[in-house]
C-alpha cells in the first residue's frame, strides 16, 4: 500500500506538470537575454537591446509600446509630414501663441538654452538654410547655392525669433522662421524610449537610434550623441559639403573637426550640444565644453592621422585608466582657467 500510494502520488506530480506544460502557450515562453529589437523611424534605424530576463508576451508589449513612443515623436516633430505638430507650427500666423504637446515643448526649451549658450552655434531656425542646401524636404538640385541665395535664407535665420513659454505649453515666432529639430528630436526621442522602458520597469537596456561609435565606451546609467560629418554630404565643383551647416554663416562646417561626441543623462541635450560644438570646431568647441563642463569626446583629422581629444569632464567621469588605454588626449585648461588655478 505505501508503494501504491507514493506511486500515484508520482503519476499525479507527473499528470499536473503534463498540464501545466499544455497550458503554457507561446507569449510565457521566456526569452534568451538579450534580446534585440530593431525598426526604421525618422529615416534611419533603431535598435533596443534588453538584457532583462523576459517572455516573448512581455517583448510583445514593450515592442509595441516602443514603436508607439516612435510614432508620437515623428508625428510631433518631423519636417517631412504634412500633418506633423511641429509643421503647424512653422505655418502659425507670426506673433500667435500656439499650444504645444509636452514633448515638442520640451524640445524647444532645451533648443533655445542650448542656442543662447553656445552663441548661436545650434539654431533651429536653420530650416530654410538645410533645405537649400539639399539636406531638408525640399530635395533641391545638389548644386552650390548662389550668394544671393543664401543671405536671402540667412537672412530667416535667428533663435531669437521664437518665444517659448514652459509653464502655458505654448511658443510662437515672432519672425518668418522655419524651425528643424533634426538635430535634437532623435536624442529626445531616445529619451522617450528609456523612460517607457522604466515604466515597464526594464532594468537593463540599451537604445541606440541611427548611432555608431568609432569609440567602445563603458555606460551606465548615462546616454551618449554623436555628430559627424562622415556620412551625409553631398559633392559639387570638386568639393565636399557636409551636412552639418553652421547657422551663422549659412554655410556647410569646413574645419579638421570629423566627430563630437557628448555623454550626458538626457539625449536631447548630448544631442543638441554634439551639433553646436561640430559646428563651432575643435578648439572653439572644447572651450565651450569646458566653459559648460560638458562630458566631450573629439575625432579630429591630423593629415592622413586621427586624434581623440576629450573635455577634463570626460576624464573625470571615465578615469584615467580608461582615458590612458584608449590614447585619448585630454584638453588642456584655458589662459583663463591656468591664471585662476595658480593665482596669476
Known amino acids: ?45 533603431y535598435q533596443v537591446t534588453l538584457a532583462d530576463s523576459l517572455t516573448q508576451g512581455q517583448v510583445n508589449e514593450i515592442e509595441e509600446g516602443i514603436e508607439q513612443e516612435l510614432e508620437n515623436v515623428d508625428q510631433s516633430m518631423s519636417t517631412y509630414r504634412d ?123 540599451l537604445v541606440n537610434l541611427g548611432g555608431g561609435a568609432k569609440h567602445v565606451l563603458p555606460l551606465d546609467s548615462i546616454s551618449v550623441a554623436t555628430s559627424g560629418d562622415y556620412r551625409d554630404y553631398f559633392e559639387a565643383d570638386d568639393q565636399r559639403f557636409s551636412h552639418t551647416i553652421d547657422p551663422r554663416t549659412g554655410k556647410p562646417i569646413t574645419h579638421d573637426l570629423a566627430s563630437v561626441s557628448v555623454f550626458h543623462p538626457s539625449n536631447a541635450w548630448a544631442d543638441g550640444w554634439a551639433t553646436a560644438l561640430m559646428v563651432a570646431g575643435n578648439e572653439d568647441g572644447m572651450a565651450m565644453a569646458r566653459d559648460q563642463d560638458l562630458n566631450v569626446l573629439m575625432l579630429i583629422r591630423d593629415g592622413d592621422q586621427w586624434r581623440s581629444v576629450a573635455s577634463p569632464a570626460f576624464a573625470e567621469h571615465f578615469g584615467d585608466e580608461l582615458v590612458e588605454s584608449s590614447e585619448i588626449e585630454i584638453a588642456s ?8 588655478a595658480t593665482g596669476d
Not at 585648461?333 to 585662476?340: K, M, N, P, Y
Request: with cysteine; net charge negative.
Open 83 to 205: 500633418d506633423a505638430e511641429l509643421m503647424a507650427f512653422n505655418q502659425s500666423p507670426l506673433g500667435e501663441w500656439q499650444p504645444m504637446s509636452d514633448g515638442l515643448i520640451d524640445v524647444l526649451a532645451i533648443s533655445q538654452s542650448i542656442a543662447e549658450s553656445s552663441e548661436g552655434a545650434f539654431d533651429i531656425t536653420i530650416g530654410d538654410l538645410v533645405n537649400l542646401w539639399s539636406f531638408g524636404p525640399e530635395a533641391r538640385p545638389e548644386e552650390v547655392p548662389s550668394d544671393e541665395e543664401l543671405n536671402e535664407r540667412l537672412a530667416r535665420v535667428g533663435f531669437d525669433a521664437i518665444e517659448v513659454d514652459t509653464q502655458a505649453l505654448e511658443a510662437r515666432r515672432t519672425r518668418d522662421v522655419f524651425v528643424d529639430l533634426s538635430a535634437i528630436a532623435k536624442g529626445h526621442a531616445t529619451d522617450r524610449v528609456a523612460a517607457y522602458l522604466d515604466q515597464q520597469e526594464v532594468e537593463n537596456y
Open 333 to 340: 585648461a584655458s589662459a583663463d582657467d591656468r591664471e585662476t
Open 1 to 45: 500500500m505505501r508503494q501504491g500510494r507514493h506511486f500515484w502520488r508520482y503519476c499525479g506530480t507527473v499528470v499536473v506538470l503534463l498540464i501545466a506544460l499544455a497550458g503554457c502557450s507561446e507569449t510565457d515562453r521566456p526569452l534568451e537575454s538579450p534580446v534585440k529589437l530593431e525598426g526604421n523611424i525618422f529615416g534611419t534605424f
